[in-house]
């Protein structure tokens, strides 16, 4: 099982940017589907974004133009670049993959956007 470890979260005004990472204890080559999801409080986890193998993305209407989620498996990281922030992106922001039809998840980084 490959241990997930996101980053770079925290307090950014209203129209700032952050990009968190998300390092894979071991190669993350042969994982297809990997990505972002996120949980504000008192709302069910939410898919935020996610990446294939092949670099192709998929992003829930509400970050679509603003996020962009990439990966470089020579690093074994996923990335989630977020620009124009705004305060309802407000939540803990979880790193995700699919392996086997089963779902795991890192613990989570906090982002908070301040208005």
């Not at 894979?24 to 974004?49: C, D, H, T």
């Not at 979880?94 to 906090?110: A, E, P, S």
Request: glycine fraction near 12%.
């Amino acid at each position: 099982q490959v241990q997930l470890v996101e980053s770079g979260g925290g307090l950014v005004q209203a129209g700032g940017s952050l990009r968190l990472s998300c390092v894979a204890s071991r190669s993350i080559f042969s994982i297809n589907r990997m990505g972002w999801y996120r949980q504000a409080p008192g709302k069910q986890r939410e898919l935020v974004a996610t990446i294939t193998s092949a670099g192709s993305t998929n992003y829930a209407d509400s970050v679509k133009g603003r996020f962009t989620c990439s990966r470089d498996n020579a690093k074994n990281t996923v990335y989630l670049q977020m620009n124009s922030l705004k305060p309802e992106d407000t939540a803990d922001y979880y790193c995700w993959y699919n392996w086997g039809g089963l779902d795991y998840w890192g613990k989570g980084t906090l982002v908070t956007v301040s208005s």
